[in-house]
């Protein structure tokens, strides 16, 4: 099953149908106050701090299997349920989770495009209780297909069939700002905004054109693609929107600049073209 976007008024229309098909699983990733001011209604919570180890220095990599399973359990997930993963961001978290659910063996989710902006923006109804639910007792197992891992990239660095997606600012990219104890990025990657995936004048929405603002920045579907940023949330979006375009090969390096910056075994490059170091 191929993951899709789909709007908030589609959402609204789809839960207002009376037919007998089941709701999906609307997960809403967010603080618990931004969730108790208002969610997307029937939409469970999910706290950015439930799909991270929080184990420094990589705080963002994936938690072990038996807080996967206690997270899913939580919300009522079983498996090969429809989920619709939002934030209230523009796609971080919300992709986050994405990567997630592929990362347990369900392929079968959809991204609220514009996420609670969207929905607000639409004048749609917010719930402000917290929803009902019924804990399941899943099981989940880990595949790790969609995880890549820093000796992933190490072995492939002169390799021109994988490009490196850094979608972190130019800032932090060039090395010019620091949040780990070597700054720059890693040799050969290239640097594409996560910002610059949303549409602000669209409540969020992703970009249209999608596929070309990629492919100009070396990004196509015909590479091997790994993204990361400082703890993959950020390239949650990024892992997310190569997914929805339907690339065959989107991995997503969950230990990110926050464990490759702060090894000392490490290629680093600076500037914004990457000069050695």
Not at 65 to 75: K, N, V, W
Not at 219 to 227: H, N, Y
């Amino acid at each position: 099953m191929k993951p899709s976007a789909i709007s908030a008024v589609e959402l609204a229309e789809r839960l207002d149908d009376a037919s007998d098909l089941p709701n999906p699983l609307i997960a809403q990733v967010t603080s618990p106050e931004v969730y108790a001011g208002g969610h997307v209604p029937g939409a469970v919570h999910v706290s950015p701090a439930d799909l991270v180890s929080g184990i420094p220095p990589a705080t963002g990599r994936l938690p072990d299997s038996d807080a996967l399973t206690a997270l899913f359990r939580r919300i009522g997930y079983t498996h090969g349920t429809e989920v619709i993963t939002l934030d209230d961001e523009g796609g971080g978290w919300a992709g986050r989770l994405a990567w997630t659910l592929d990362i347990i063996g369900n392929p079968n989710w959809r991204y609220l495009d514009g996420g609670l902006n969207a929905w607000a923006a639409a004048g749609l109804a917010i719930d402000r209780e917290p929803a009902s639910v019924t804990p399941s007792d899943v099981e989940i197992t880990v595949d790790t297909g969609p995880i890549a891992e820093a000796d992933d990239i190490l072995s492939r660095l002169e390799d021109e069939d994988l490009v490196i997606w850094d979608c972190r600012s130019a800032a932090e990219f060039a090395g010019h700002r620091r949040a780990a104890v070597r700054a720059g990025h890693i040799p050969g990657a290239v640097n594409l905004d996560w910002l610059d995936l949303m549409d602000g004048e669209r409540n969020l929405c992703l970009v249209e054109d999608l596929e070309a603002l990629l492919g100009e920045n070396g990004i196509a579907r015909e590479r091997d693609v790994i993204t990361h940023c400082q703890t993959h949330h950020r390239s949650g979006l990024t892992y997310m929107a190569a997914r929805l375009l339907g690339f065959p090969r989107i991995r997503a390096y969950h230990g990110s600049w926050s464990e490759w910056g702060n090894r000392m075994d490490t290629p680093v490059q600076t500037g914004p073209t990457g000069a050695n170091r």
